[in-house]
Nanobody, 114 residues
């Protein structure tokens, strides 16, 4: 049974930082790319950062230079360090494979106060 459990969200002031974590289980985590996605109210879910099995990363233009994705294959986990947060970063953040192969976890809410 595949499980994706996100954590680390919260309320932070604009300009602040948060670190999100995702614990994955039930599939071959180390074999494929993982990503962080987000969905704000009224918007489609979007991929903001991806990391290949070998550690190559890519980012949406809107977060490039501010967000850093990393993975720990030994722990089946993927993290997202978010710095210099902006109000437009507010969303529910989810992890999943890239491309998406499994159902979504509950996500973790990121709220930005200006």
């Amino acid at each position: 049974q595949v499980q994706l459990v996100e954590s680390g969200g919260g309320l932070v002031q604009a300009g602040g930082s948060l670190r999100l974590s995702c614990a994955a289980s039930g599939f071959g985590f180390s074999n494929g790319a993982m990503g962080w996605y987000r969905q704000a109210p009224g918007n489609k879910r979007e991929l903001v950062a991806g990391i290949s099995s070998g550690g190559n990363t890519n980012y949406a233009d809107s977060v490039k230079g501010r967000f850093t994705i990393s993975r720990d294959n030994a722990k089946n986990s993927v993290s997202l360090q978010m710095n210099s947060l902006k109000p437009e970063d507010a969303a529910v953040y989810y992890c999943n494979t890239v491309p998406v192969r499994y159902g979504w976890g509950q996500g973790t809410q990121v709220t930005i106060s200006s």
